[in-house]
């Protein structure tokens, strides 16, 4: 055929209803060819140029990973390892509803060819192999199951499906003798349909083994272990000789009853490969060349440019591009010969070539620097970005805070902790710990790299306060990624409330100096610990000090001068009006099943003191009126009782002299009383708006009254009219 035969019997048609490079499958027995990617399928029963039509388009409902065709049907390998089979008996041209296929087998790795009505595919169970033949019909009857005994670390590779090769072909009697010592095989040569089974787990090292009908388990043998990373495998089935395509460009060519191995080094990578008699048709996905296997430097190179995949029909190939277009053209149609003498290169193009791979190479360093440089802005404008939706970081962080009396609970609740201040300090008297955790919940994967690459420059700012009053100003320095920070605060103060702000701040770097910052807050959190957190437990201590504590020399000093000399001055006590609050809260009918069973408390304070506190309000005098339940809160004292004169309904009656602590206390067993209640029916006596009238009338008249006349009204008010309305 001439150069203008081959011109004229070159053809072509872009799929335009292809959404993604297409896959190349042919079918001798029916002359079917079949296009296919992960998402669609399309069937030519006959290539007629130059307008080509699909007779059947088919939609599957899952992601192809590998497809084989039969005469009527289309065996399908998904991406999660099920097997569907397609029907091709419909005449019409349609699509297929999504919902016809069903998977008919699972756990398969690889499937393969076996004869032209069945199917071979390798099977993965729980701890072993399989090699299971199907009969290809409408349910892939199953013929025959061979165990196949694999390595662990075979069987455990990673993307097994992706990384996996399977090949078979049948072996004569004559050529079974040959081989079957490479494989201690002990099979029965009085038995025939001896075949051959090559595979790959990694891509890497190929294992080989023969079996029959009668095969029950095989073992595989190590044949070959490759440098580089395998394109395909090709088995020749006449001769026995195994051709194996290096993505590299480096064929190996070996027969297995032979130890000699030939490599042939190609002029470009391979994508795609095939072998053709004593030739070697193949592509890197940009240009597509033919070779022979004699390894003689001749390189023909055809037309077709960025090739996908492709087939060999008789003296003619058809072939896929990246871009969606079918070619159809000779196997002669080459566009030039390639001729290159390995032994003679001129010096001027090895100068050349090295000072342009020179030039290639610093591009490429550039382009790294820059590709960094971009990912780092990319973290950079995303922290800005989450910064700025404190709803998302809301749900990505979980701050818990606890108050301590003493170092020997923080020890009891958690064996890990960060100090903040000096060891001593966490032991002097009338020092409280704050308890202070941030963790991460389950984040989506952007969120963690953000956080992952920004790790150095994180840090959590942590402010405690008292009304307009700063506290302590604690800085804790991320070091490695955030997923728990736990962290002890000393705080030496007699204390009824505190606030803690809660700042996790990241320093990004400025624009065009480095060292002009920009500080970024990425999440923040503030928390008002209550009166509740500050309860003082007295305990009985077993510890007996048998030596008297000594007086300090400035103490001896002051009292030799006093007993000497008298004292200079007379010190008298001021006299103070000692403010007494009480507030009420209304007790439900069954208020002590409710002190027994709930929960609030515990999971509000700390163990210790929700412990100390369970005991006194569940003690049968507290509930019976007949006891009071004293409370120590920084310098204030708090009494709580119930008042049960039994006619007036029960109330909870906190009093104190300090009224916002008071104030806490009483919202504290409100809590307690009604928040986990939800079933209490919330009911206000008839004369409850007859006290209000009153009330507010009695309020006008001492509106401009002295203080005292303030604290009777206040009284009358908190027990008549908050204690009667339920919380």
Not at 68 to 79: A, F, W
Request: proline residues 2%.
């Amino acid at each position: 055929m001439t150069s203008d035969d081959n011109i004229m019997s070159r053809h072509n048609f872009k799929c335009e209803e292809s959404i993604s490079s297409l896959n190349v499958k042919y079918n001798q027995c029916n002359s079917m060819l079949v296009f296919w990617n992960k998402n669609q399928i399309f069937i030519y029963d006959n290539l007629k140029f130059p307008n080509p039509n699909y007779s059947k388009y088919i939609l599957p409902q899952y992601h192809i990973h590998d497809l084989l065709v039969y005469n009527n049907y289309i065996v399908c390998l998904d991406i999660n390892g099920s097997v569907h089979i397609i029907s091709l008996k419909f005449k019409n041209t349609n699509v297929l509803i999504r919902n016809m296929f069903s998977p008919l087998e699972q756990n398969i790795i690889a499937i393969c060819n076996f004869t032209p009505e069945t199917i071979l595919f390798l099977k993965q169970n729980s701890d072993n192999c399989l090699l299971s033949i199907h009969k290809v019909n409408s349910e892939l009857q199953p013929e025959k199951k061979i165990l196949l005994s694999v390595s662990t670390e075979n069987f455990c590779t990673k993307n097994i499906q992706t990384k996996c090769i399977l090949k078979t072909c049948g072996l004569s009697l004559n050529n079974f003798n040959e081989i079957k010592s490479l494989f201690h095989s002990n099979e029965n040569t009085l038995y025939n349909n001896h075949n051959l089974l090559l595979i790959t787990f990694d891509r890497m090292t190929i294992y080989g083994a023969v079996f029959n009908n009668q095969t029950e388990q095989i073992s595989l043998q190590k044949i070959y272990s490759c440098p580089s990373l395998i394109c395909n495998i090709e088995i020749n089935q006449n001769d026995l000789q195994i051709v194996v395509a290096l993505n590299i460009g480096t064929i190996i060519k070996f027969y297995l009853n032979t130890e000699e191995h030939n490599k042939i080094h190609l002029n470009t990578a391979i994508h795609k490969m095939t072998v053709m008699k004593d030739t070697l048709i193949y592509t890197d996905g940009l240009t597509m060349w033919r070779a022979n296997l004699n390894n003689d430097g001749k390189f023909k190179r055809y037309f077709a440019r960025q090739v996908y995949d492709f087939v060999i029909i008789g003296d003619q190939i058809i072939c896929t591009s990246f871009m969606n277009i079918i070619y159809s053209f000779s196997v002669e149609d080459y566009k030039h010969n390639h001729h290159y003498d390995e032994s003679h290169i001129l010096a001027d193009i090895i100068l050349s070539n090295s000072e342009c791979l020179n030039q290639i190479f610093e591009e490429i360093e550039n382009n790294s620097k820059i590709a960094k440089k971009i990912k780092e802005e990319e973290t950079y404008i995303s922290c800005i970005a989450l910064a700025n939706r404190l709803d998302i970081m809301n749900e990505v962080f979980q701050t818990n805070i606890n108050v301590y009396t003493n170092y020997d609970e923080v020890q009891k609740a958690h064996s890990d902790m960060i100090l903040t201040e000096k060891l001593k300090e966490y032991f002097e008297i009338d020092t409280i710990l704050l308890s202070v955790e941030l963790s991460t919940t389950t984040v989506h994967h952007t969120i963690k790299n953000i956080l992952t690459n920004l790790v150095e420059n994180l840090r959590i700012y942590t402010t405690l306060s008292f009304g307009n009053k700063f506290l302590k100003t604690v800085t804790i320095k991320v070091r490695e990624y955030l997923k728990t920070v736990k962290y002890l605060i000393p705080l030496k103060s007699k204390l009824n409330r505190v606030n803690v702000n809660i700042k996790l701040v990241v320093k990004l770097p400025g624009v065009h100096d480095k060292r002009d910052c920009v500080y970024t807050v990425l999440y923040t959190k503030n928390v008002l610990l209550t009166a509740e957190h500050f309860i003082k437990i007295h305990k009985d201590s077993r510890t007996i000090c048998l030596k008297q504590p000594n007086k300090t020399l400035q103490k001896l000093v002051q009292e030799s001068s006093e007993l000497l000399h008298g004292n200079l001055f007379n010190i008298h006590t001021a006299n103070f009006i000692d403010n007494h609050y009480s507030f009420y809260v209304k007790l439900p009918n069954d208020y002590k099943e409710i002190f027994k069973n709930e929960t609030y408390c515990k999971n509000k304070v700390q163990k210790e003191t929700y412990e100390y506190l369970s005991s006194q309000y569940n003690s049968d005098e507290f509930l019976k009126s007949k006891s009071k339940l004293n409370l120590e809160i920084g310098d204030s004292k708090i009494v709580v009782e119930v008042v049960n004169d039994g006619f007036s309904e029960p109330l909870l009656k906190i009093s104190g002299g300090n009224m916002s602590i008071g104030y806490d206390i009483r919202n504290f067993f409100a809590k307690i009383l009604y928040d986990e209640n939800s079933s209490i029916k919330h009911e206000v006596n008839h004369t409850f708006y007859t006290t209000v009238e009153n009330l507010q009338k009695t309020i006008k008249n001492y509106i401009f009254g002295s203080f005292e006349d303030f604290t009777l009204v206040f009284e009358q008010f908190e027990r008549n009219i908050i204690g009667g309305l339920p919380f």
